[in-house]
């Protein structure tokens, strides 16, 4: 199993900056589906920003907003968010799609490793 663990959650006021980061010991991202994911109080969980295969997608609600990306290495994936707003708070969550190696090549296993969540709160 791989054990994600997210840093950089905190509090800040409307309007500012925070960056998220992710990793896991031992552990080197893939082409699979790796990136964030958040959830509201009593709502369900929802994309934030992913990256698979090179492509990036973002919701609608943070885009032009936060930026994911991640180091040469592949083994930090980072959630940058600019303009922060009080609806951005929630727990937000790492994740990283399960893969295999095959004769093929890689093979994205389609179910998610998901780190413990860290908790952001935007103030008015």
């Known amino acids: 199993d791989v054990q994600l663990v997210e840093s950089g959650g905190g509090s800040v006021q409307a309007g500012g900056s925070m960056k998220l980061s992710c990793g896991a010991s031992q552990y080197t991202f893939t082409t699979c589906e790796r990136g964030w994911y958040r959830q509201a109080p009593g709502q369900e969980r929802e994309l934030v920003a992913v990256?698979?295969?090179?492509?990036?997608t973002y919701a609608d609600a943070v885009r032009g907003r936060f930026t994911v990306s991640q180091d040469k290495s592949k083994t930090t994936l980072y959630l940058q968010m600019n303009n922060l707003k009080t609806e951005d708070t929630a727990i937000y969550y790492c994740v990283t799609e399960a893969s295999r190696a095959t004769m093929l090549g890689l093979k994205c296993a389609g179910y998610k490793y998901w780190g413990q969540g860290t908790q952001v709160t935007v103030s008015s």
């Open positions: 990256i698979n295969d090179g492509a990036i």
